[in-house]
């Protein structure tokens, strides 16, 4: 396909996530772990634009939470992105310059380099006017990285094989959470590796049903008490003053603290918007404000801005 520039200009916003369950098996031959988790995307998000310029080549500039933590060269998640669009479809990327703003904490386990991924695969799609469809893209996105097919759709979705085949599970009402990030980042595949020694058979990959039946009725206590996430074990082995932070959300009022994904962030379910400003106001006190975030969920997928 011979590429078209129909606007020099096309800017996504791409939400951060959390597992609300998160049950991992044992690892399979190709290294990775068969997974049921339950997704849900949360309003903090990632700003990516990508622009046709002269100038040769892919560009990128990142700016924002953790930017110089963030490889601007092919390694960077985005321009991997563009590159298997652009690979796929025949276009020449001479010239593409994206520019990253970051809001989702590098290596924090909220998928943020994920969320550059499809931001990249949408804005790339716009800006070279790729007829392509959800299908398509979704495969590409799984190519990409296991939380990039989740950061397009957004929501709240069960995923399953290695979290990239998913179903939207329709639920009601907004959640409260509080994040807290972590003072350094932490890498999923060291704490895949840790769950591994920890857990060499995994543990068992249920469909968690009191978590299901919580997300579409009753209190958010029932909520608060059906949350799982069996690598925390392996990533507090890894960080062992991350349970000191896990009992300092519930000790000043959340309902449950969990470790989002992989970690460093801790996630704090709280029971109202109310409870969620007196938690994070009291976590303030103790932890740098810049480290104490108010989010809500479930917001959509990666949508383009403007
Ligand atoms: C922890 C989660 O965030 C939960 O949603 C994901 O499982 C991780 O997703 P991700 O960072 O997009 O993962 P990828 O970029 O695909 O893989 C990073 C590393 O995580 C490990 N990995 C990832 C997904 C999976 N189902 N099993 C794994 O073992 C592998 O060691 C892999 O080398
Ligand atoms: N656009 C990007 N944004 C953030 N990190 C990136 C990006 N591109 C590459 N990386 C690299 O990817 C690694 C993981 O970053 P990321 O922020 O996605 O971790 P994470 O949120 O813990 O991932 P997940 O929750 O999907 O496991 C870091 O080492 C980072 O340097």
Not at 216 to 223: D, S
């Amino acid at each position: 396909m011979v590429s078209q520039v129909v606007s020099n200009r096309v800017s996504v916003r791409v939400p951060a996530k959390i597992n609300l369950a998160l049950a991992v098996g044992p690892r399979a031959d190709d290294g990775y772990h068969p997974l049921t988790t339950v997704f849900e995307a949360v309003s903090l998000f990632d700003e990516l634009q990508v622009e046709a310029t002269d100038a040769a080549g892919i560009s990128v500039k990142v700016t924002g939470l953790g930017a110089e933590h963030v490889p601007t060269d092919p390694r960077n998640l985005a321009v991997q992105a563009a590159q298997l669009l652009a690979d796929t479809f025949e276009i020449d990327t001479d010239g593409l310059a994206i520019t990253i703003r970051k809001g989702i904490p590098v290596s924090g386990g909220m998928a943020g380099g994920s969320a550059d991924a499809a931001g990249a695969l949408l804005a790339c799609s716009v800006l070279w006017d790729i007829d392509i469809d959800a299908d398509e893209i979704r495969a590409l996105a799984a190519e990409l990285g296991s939380d990039v097919p989740f950061a397009l759709l957004g929501g709240t979705a069960i995923g399953t094989g290695r979290g990239t085949e998913l179903v939207p599970v329709l639920n009601r009402g907004r959640r409260h959470w509080v994040l807290v990030f972590g003072e350094s980042g932490l890498s999923t595949a060291e704490v895949y590796r840790r769950f591994d020694e920890l857990r060499p058979d995994g543990c068992e990959l249920e469909v968690p049903d009191d978590l299901m039946a919580a997300l579409t009725a009753g209190p958010v206590t029932k909520l608060a008490d059906s949350l799982r996430n069996d690598l925390a074990e392996a990533a507090l082995d890894l960080r062992p003053e991350l349970a000191d932070t896990l009992a300092e959300g519930v000790d000043v009022g959340a309902l449950a603290g969990l470790l989002s994904g992989s970690g460093p962030t801790c996630a704090f379910l709280c029971a109202d918007e109310s409870a969620a400003i007196d938690v994070s106001g009291r976590l303030s006190r103790s932890l740098p404000p810049d480290r104490v975030r108010r989010v809500t969920g479930p917001v959509p997928g990666a949508r383009l801005l403007g």
